[in-house]
């Protein structure tokens, strides 16, 4: 079994600044891919930012250029950087890890909550 533990949302103005974090523990091979999605009330849930290998990132194009995943593969850690925030990012954030343990699997946080409201 793989644990991941989110922190870093909460309430921030139109134009803040917020940093995720999400923490994975437990026993695989090796870790795939670590990723953010969110979900806002009445839609679907979008990814929001990923990244590969420790090195390749993918964004949706809303957030190109306000937003930045990093990884430190030592902690399994996973951390979005998100400027210049905007209202329409108003949305639960979850953390998703794709590991090998030998097959590929997905995991999921339980969500931390991001309102960008003045």
């Known amino acids: 079994q793989v644990k991941l533990v989110e922190s870093g949302g909460g309430l921030v103005q139109p134009g803040g600044s917020l940093r995720l974090s999400c923490a994975a523990s437990?026993?695989?091979?090796?870790?795939?891919?670590m990723g953010w999605y969110r979900q806002a009330p009445g839609k679907q849930r979008e990814l929001v930012a990923t990244?590969?290998?420790?090195?390749?990132?993918n964004y949706e194009d809303s957030v190109k250029g306000r937003f930045t995943i990093s990884i430190d593969n030592a902690k399994n850690t996973v951390y979005l950087q998100m400027s210049s925030l905007k209202p329409e990012d108003t949305a639960v954030y979850y953390c998703n890890a794709r590991v090998i343990r030998p097959t590929v699997i997905d995991y999921w946080g339980q969500g931390t909550q991001v309102t960008v409201s003045s």
């Open positions: 990244i590969t290998s420790g090195v390749t990132t």
């Open positions: 437990g026993r695989f091979v090796s870790m795939v891919r």
